[in-house]
């Protein structure tokens, strides 16, 4: 009886430290994290500037023939590449 008494309480304990350990490495995992503020400048408020937003736009890229460690030859492709929109100021 006093046996199964003292492995309740060790596991009552050893769960009541693991619990407060979670919640203080969350809380330091939140005070940690970046806060992400807006851009200063958007494109809706440059206003009389010379700036612009440049639309998005895609581009094909030729990845050349290679072998791989097995000496394996593997073709040259064509893939289509995204370029995202971008703020253009011309000073």
């Given amino acids: 009886m006093a046996e199964g008494f003292k492995r309740v309480l060790a596991l009552g304990a050893a769960s009541v430290a693991?619990?407060?350990?979670?919640?203080?490495?969350?809380?330091?995992?939140?005070?940690?994290?970046?806060?992400?503020?807006?851009?200063?400048?958007?494109?809706?408020?440059?206003?009389h500037s010379r700036c612009h937003e440049a639309r998005g736009y895609w581009t094909r890229t030729w990845h050349p023939a290679y072998r791989d460690r097995h000496g394996y030859r593997h073709a040259g492709y064509w893939t289509r590449t995204w370029h995202k929109p971008r703020l253009v100021c011309v000073r």
Wanted: net charge neutral; no cysteine.
């Fill in 18 to 47: 693991l619990a407060g350990g979670a919640v203080l490495s969350s809380v330091g995992v939140a005070s940690a994290a970046p806060v992400h503020h807006p851009a200063p400048v958007s494109v809706h408020h440059v206003g």
